[in-house]
């Protein structure tokens, strides 16, 4: 079965400081991997994808994410958080056909 | 490219009622999706169309939801006899599948409350 596993439902960081959204996947196949973030009352927005190609992925607004096949792991990070950033964020598998997957979502707290 | 539209953004009706949403996906997107979404979760699958061929029913959707995509184009859900459960953001979202991705864009939701 496919599924993935954002490891903490809320994150604290201090504007400037370095972030680090964790997502574990499990897939009997090679996966693509997807991170969106949720603004309050916005639509989902894609930030990044991966797709078998490079590993290190980078997206809009200065996140990256790093594709570890043996630690089954698609980690979303960005090297210095801004006040924008604060919003949810969703880790999601796609296995073909129609089965897309979130996560249960992570709520990023940047602090002034 | 204006993106994936919904109309409405929100909805509130009373228990019983019916009420239906609308989607517009990006034009020559292929599939259309809808999902739902509540408080504190990820948005859960419902269903899915490729071109106007729905092609997949979550278990989610009761026989009170139907969703249907006159040719190909615009996609609209039914929630009948609505019920208080049925509280959630519906979620539409379109992709254009190329190779073995498919990379979905999303609306802004409507929301529903049932009193």
Not at chain 1, 82 to 101: L, P, Q, R, W
Not at chain 2, 22 to 49: A, K, M, V
């Amino acid at each position: 079965a496919q599924s993935v596993t954002q490891l903490d439902s809320h994150v604290s960081v201090s504007e400037g400081t370095p972030v680090l959204l964790r997502c574990n996947y499990s897939s009997s196949y090679s996966p693509s991997l997807f991170w969106y973030v949720q603004h309050p009352n916005k639509g989902l927005q894609l930030l990044l994808k991966y797709t078998s190609a490079a590993t290190l992925v980078k997206g809009i607004n200065g996140f990256e994410a790093e594709f570890k096949k043996s630690e089954t792991s698609f980690h979303l990070t960005k090297p210095s958080a801004h006040m924008s950033d604060a919003a949810e964020y969703f880790c999601v598998i796609y296995t073909g056909g129609f089965k897309t997957i979130f996560g249960a979502g992570t709520r990023l707290f940047v602090k002034a | 490219d204006t993106g994936v539209s919904q109309d409405p953004r929100h909805k509130i009706t009373k228990r019983g009622q019916n009420v239906t949403f609308r989607c517009d996906p990006i034009s020559e997107h292929n599939r259309l999706y809808w999902y739902r979404q509540t408080l504190g979760q990820g948005p859960e699958f419902l269903t899915y169309f490729q071109n106007e061929a729905q092609l997949e029913k979550s278990r989610l959707l009761s026989d009170r939801f139907s969703a249907e995509r006159p040719k190909g184009s615009f996609s609209t859900l039914e929630i009948q006899r609505t019920e208080q459960g049925d509280s959630a953001m519906y979620l539409c979202a379109s992709s254009l599948v190329a190779g073995a991705t498919d990379t979905q864009y999303f609306g802004p939701g409507t929301r529903l409350t049932v009193l």
